[in-house]
C-alpha cells in the first residue's frame, strides 16, 4: 500500500476512461444511460452517485481509513445528514464548545426535530461519562451518540478521540468526530476509534477559500448504508466541478499544512512575546504540550490559533488595522484570516454561554496561511502599534473627563 502524500497525490482510481488523462474527468452528465431496461448500470442518476463524486469519496475514505465516503454540498449539509441517522427522542451528547453554525443546526433544528441535545465539556471525561450514561432508573436512557471536535473552534482545545471514543462504546453511542481543524494529515480518528468522521472541507481540504464542501467517512458497512440513505434522499450532494476542486485542494494538503503550522509556531511565539497579549491560545507552542498532541494520536497542532489582548485595548482597534491578514470568517486557506469570534465566527452563541466556555470579548483568531511568517508579524506589529495609541488616547480623554466631573478644573 502507498504512503500517506502518495494517497493524497493519487487516490484510488476510479477507471472509468481509457484517455489517460491524468486527472479524473469531470462530469457533468445528470443521467446515465441503460444499456437495455433491465440493466444495472453503476451509475443511472448524478445525485444517486457519479463518478467525479466516487473518486473524491474513494480519496477521503482512504486517507480517514474508513469503510466509505460520502461528499455534501456543504460542511452542514454533511453534519445534517449524519445527525438525521438518529430518531426523535434520541439523545446526543455534544462538546460544549462546537462551531458555531452546528450548534445552531442542533439547538434550533434538530432539537425542533426531536433530538435531545446536552452540552458537556468533552475534556472532562468523568462529566462525559455521566452525561452518555444518563439515568436508565429515571427514565433517561444511555446517550446515542457523542458528537464532538478534535480540536475545538476558537480555543483550540485538544479533545482525546480515543479516551471519548472509549466513553461513548461502553454505553454503545456512536463516537462522531468533526476533524476540519486538523484533517486526516494530522490525525485519523476512525483509526482512535471514531465511527463516523466529518470534514467542513471548505476548509484545509479545499484549501482556497473557493468551494463549500463537506465530507462524512464512516467505519463499517450498516453505517455506511444510513449515511448513503441520507445523503441521496436529503440531497444534500456536492455538485461534480466542486468535487474536482476538492480532489485537487487535497493533493497539497500536506505542503500547506506545513507551512500554515510553521507559521502559526512563529506567529504564536511572536504573540506570547507582546506586552498587549494577554494570552495565546495554541497547542503547537512548546510547554503548550507537543507531547499532550502526540498521546492524542495527533501529529501536529494545525493553523489556527486564538489569543487575547490585555483589559483596556480594543481588539477591534487591532483587527481593523491588518493589511496582511484579511478581515474574515473561515479558516484553512492558503491566505491568513483574521476575526473576532464573538462579533463574527461565534455570534449564535447566547453571550453567556459564550463567555462560560472562554470565548471573550477580547479573543482574537487567527488561521494562519501559507505567506511568508515575517510579514504576518509586521502586519500584527503594526496594528499593535494603532491599537496601543487609541488605547492611550482613550486613557487621555478619560483622565480629563475625571478630572472635569471630580471639579479638578473648578
Ligand atoms: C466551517 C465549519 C463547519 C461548517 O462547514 P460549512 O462548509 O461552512 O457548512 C463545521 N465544522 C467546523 C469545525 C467548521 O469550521
Request: glycine share 8%; charged share 20%.
Amino acid at each position: 500500500m502507498t504512503r500517506f502524500n502518495t494517497q493524497l497525490v493519487h487516490g484510488l482510481p476510479v477507471d472509468d476512461n481509457n484517455t489517460g488523462a491524468v486527472n479524473p474527468p469531470i462530469y457533468n452528465s445528470t443521467t446515465y444511460a441503460f444499456e437495455r431496461v433491465d440493466a444495472m448500470p453503476r451509475y443511472d442518476y448524478a445525485r444517486s452517485g457519479n463518478p467525479t463524486r466516487d473518486f473524491l469519496e474513494r480519496q477521503i475514505a482512504q486517507l480517514e481509513q474508513g469503510t466509505r465516503g460520502f461528499a455534501f454540498a456543504s460542511g452542514l449539509a454533511a453534519i445534517h445528514a449524519v445527525l438525521s441517522i438518529f430518531k426523535p427522542g434520541d439523545r446526543i451528547v455534544v462538546g460544549d464548545n462546537i462551531y458555531g453554525g452546528t450548534y445552531s443546526q442542533l439547538n434550533e433544528f434538530f432539537t425542533r426535530w426531536g433530538l435531545k441535545v446536552e452540552s458537556i465539556d468533552t475534556q472532562d471525561l468523568e462529566a462525559l461519562t455521566a452525561a452518555v450514561q444518563g439515568d436508565p432508573a429515571n427514565g433517561i436512557a444511555p446517550a446515542q451518540a457523542v458528537y464532538f471536535e478534535t480540536i475545538t473552534n476558537p480555543l483550540l482545545k485538544v479533545n482525546d478521540v480515543r479516551g471519548i471514543s472509549a466513553v461513548a462504546h461502553r454505553y454503545g453511542a456512536l463516537s462522531i468526530v468533526d476533524n476540519t481543524f486538523v484533517t486526516p494529515y494530522l490525525q485519523q480518528p476512525l483509526a482512535l476509534g471514531a465511527d463516523i468522521v466529518i470534514h467542513s472541507s471548505t476548509k484545509y481540504l479545499a484549501g482556497h477559500s473557493d468551494v463549500n464542501a463537506g465530507l462524512v467517512v464512516v467505519s463499517g458497512e450498516e453505517l455506511a448504508n444510513r449515511i448513503y440513505f441520507a445523503q441521496n434522499r436529503l440531497g444534500g450532494v456536492l455538485a461534480p466541478a466542486e468535487c474536482d476542486a476538492v480532489r485537487r485542494g487535497i493533493q497539497t494538503l500536506a505542503l500547506r499544512m506545513d507551512r500554515q503550522q510553521e507559521n502559526a509556531l512563529a506567529v504564536g511565539r511572536y504573540l506570547l512575546a507582546h506586552p498587549l497579549v494577554k494570552s495565546v491560545h495554541y497547542p503547537g507552542l512548546p510547554g503548550a504540550g507537543d507531547q499532550r498532541l502526540a498521546s492524542k494520536g495527533l501529529k501536529g497542532a494545525g493553523g489556527v490559533l486564538s489569543f487575547e489582548v490585555v483589559p483596556g485595548v480594543d481588539p477591534a482597534d487591532v483587527l481593523n488595522n491588518l493589511h496582511v491578514f484579511r478581515l474574515a470568517v473561515s479558516l484553512g486557506a492558503v491566505e491568513s484570516l483574521a476575526e473576532l469570534p464573538c462579533r463574527m465566527t461565534h455570534f449564535e452563541l447566547p453571550r453567556e454561554e459564550r463567555l462560560k466556555v472562554g470565548i471573550t470579548d477580547e479573543l482574537v483568531r487567527l488561521s494562519l496561511g501559507i505567506e511568508d511568517a515575517a510579514d504576518l508579524i509586521e502586519d500584527l506589529g503594526q496594528a499593535f502599534e494603532i491599537a496601543y495609541e487609541e488605547y492611550i488616547k482613550r486613557h487621555a480623554e478619560a483622565d480629563v473627563f475625571s478630572q472635569l466631573t471630580s471639579g479638578a478644573f473648578a
